[in-house]
Every structure is written in structure tokens, then in C-alpha cells.
């Protein structure tokens, strides 16, 4: 429910569904699994009001399935390299990614 209303108010879905879906101590790949279905279910919710706002033209759907290529790709690598490498570097990996993510999005409207 959390999750939901921080999506709502900010159209982010990562916080708190990621803590949370850590903090449970599934496997990596089920940790995985979870987070795109929780990521794909967020879209999927996400896309319907985007549109109902008038926010969705042709040109921005248009760029967004262009995205899908690049996106796809980087699943791919990283499903390879998920597969390669141990847990605990995958956990650190994954969250400084995380945190990479988030200080880029919290300094963005700043520069």
C-alpha cells in the first residue's frame, strides 16, 4: 500500500517496493523476478493515468519503444552477468546502482 501511494504522489515505484523486497531475503533470482514483476505491474498501472492526463503523445510513445531496444539489451547483460558473478557482489552491485540512480535523480533539476 505504501508503494502505491509513493507512486501515486511521485510516479516512482522503486521506493519502498526494493527495501521492502530486500528486506524479505529472497534469493537473487527471486529478487529479481520480484522486482520486475512489481516494476512491470507499477508500468503497466503508471501507463493508463499518464495517458488519461493527455501526457502521452504519439512522439513520446514513439521514443519510449524506440528505448525498449537499449532496455532489452542491458537486461540481457545484466541477466549474464547476474549469472557470473556471487551473491554478495551482486547485492553491492545492485544497491550502488541504486544509489547511483537516486543521487542522479535527486541532483538532476539542479544543473
Known amino acids: ?11 516512482v515505484f522503486v521506493v519502498p517496493a526494493v527495501p521492502y523486497l530486500q528486506a524479505l531475503g529472497l534469493s537473487r533470482a527471486m529478487l529479481v523476478q520480484a522486482l520486475g514483476l512489481s516494476f512491470l505491474t507499477s508500468t ?8 488519461a492526463t493527455g501526457d502521452m503523445s504519439p ?4 521514443a519510449s519503444l524506440i528505448a525498449l531496444a537499449p532496455a532489452l539489451g542491458g537486461m540481457f547483460l545484466g541477466q549474464a552477468l547476474r549469472n557470473k558473478i556471487g551473491p554478495a557482489v551482486f547485492r553491492r ?3 550502488g546502482g541504486l544509489l547511483l540512480l537516486g543521487c542522479y535523480l535527486a541532483t538532476k533539476p539542479l544543473l
Request: glycine share 16%.
Open 44 to 51: 503497466i498501472a503508471l501507463a493508463p493515468a499518464i495517458a
Open 59 to 62: 512522439e513520446i510513445a514513439g
Open 93 to 95: 552491485a545492485f544497491f
Open 1 to 11: 500500500m505504501l508503494t502505491g501511494l509513493v507512486t501515486v504522489g511521485t510516479g
